[in-house]
């Protein structure tokens, strides 16, 4: 049966790659003032000092605070230093104002695209930062053929630092035996549905078949005593996993974007479930919030009127 939404979905990632018209969009005198007024939702400002203005009010309302620089599939050693040293002045930065706070990225953007050595010696100068000032670092999944890297990667570091966790993109079928062998690491998992456009026979579809893998996913770590991040906006997948009682256990957090369901993420907050936002900011703002909108078709109604309504005000703009 055709599904809009899930065409629609589709048709967003298929472009959240083309570089020819993220230039198009970021280059455009009339067009990009116009949508950095639909990204503010999503995006904290393109610089530190906004991201970290932005995770200090989330925190101070009781959130815990996860916060990107936002970047990937960086393809030159010098840009990858200049990204490993913004992420390590964000931990310091964090630290110094003594928030426990997770900081997340992608390993493309500190060098896993020049070669792993690369990408490893970036990733254990940040953890052992990290570890100084008590801060967790969160890897992010990337499109299927970079998995076995990422893991490869993950499962070094975390031989001696246990602040790194992991993130799982629970639609690819492979993921089932990943998350049977990630249970054997100590640090946190963090479960999403998976964003990125794959292959066909690569992935399950959104389906009721893919909810139900997503909260047996939950369920085994639930059951392994094991650290997890329920990062998922689905509102049904929520109410069954509040009503089996798995969102109250000591281990697991409730983890949503910046800007998507903040009515729903401050619902379960008040009930005395564990939650966090995911805050990102950075000039490079097209792809994430193609795929935030693509993840959540919604999205498109709320981004279109903040342009249409020229909003700045993120107070007004976010109600949690």
């Not at 999944?141 to 790194?164: A, F, P, W």
């Not at 020229?310 to 976010?318: A, G, H, L, P, Y």
């Amino acid at each position: 049966m055709y599904n809009e939404e899930s065409h629609f979905s589709k048709a967003l990632k298929s472009i959240a790659r083309d570089q020819e018209l993220k230039a198009y969009f970021q280059n455009s005198e009339e067009l990009f003032p116009i949508l950095i007024k639909g990204a503010n939702r999503f995006v904290a400002g393109e610089t530190r000092t906004e991201g970290i203005e932005r995770v200090i009010n989330l925190y101070n309302k009781g959130y815990q605070v996860s916060l990107e620089f936002i970047g990937e599939n960086t393809k030159s050693e010098e840009e990858c230093i200049l990204a490993k040293n913004e992420f390590k002045e964000l931990i310091k930065d964090l630290g110094n104002k003594q928030m426990k706070a997770t900081v997340s990225f992608d390993l493309s953007h500190i060098g896993m695209m020049i070669s792993d050595a690369v990408a490893f010696t970036n990733l254990e100068e940040l953890a052992k930062e990290a570890q100084k000032h008590h801060i967790q670092l969160m890897i992010s999944m990337e499109e299927s053929q970079k998995t076995d890297k990422i893991l490869s990667l993950y499962k070094r570091i975390s031989n001696s630092y246990s602040n790194v966790g992991i993130t799982l993109q629970v639609h690819l079928n492979r993921s089932s035996i990943d998350l049977n062998d990630l249970l054997k690491n100590t640090g946190k998992i963090r479960l999403v549905k998976g964003a990125y456009q794959e292959s066909e026979g690569k992935y399950i579809p959104r389906s009721e078949e893919l909810n139900k893998r997503y909260i047996e996913f939950v369920s085994m770590c639930i059951d392994s005593n094991h650290l997890v991040s329920v990062a998922t906006h689905d509102e049904h997948i929520l109410m069954e996993l509040k009503a089996k009682g798995f969102l109250y256990c000591p281990n697991v957090e409730v983890e949503m974007l910046d800007g998507v369901r903040p009515d729903l993420l401050r619902s379960l907050k008040e009930d005395n479930i564990q939650t966090k936002v995911y805050v990102t900011y950075g000039s490079e703002w097209y792809l994430y919030l193609v795929h935030r909108i693509a993840e959540y078709p919604p999205n498109i109604y709320t981004f279109i009127s903040d342009m249409i309504e020229q909003c700045t005000d993120r107070e007004k703009i976010n109600t949690y």
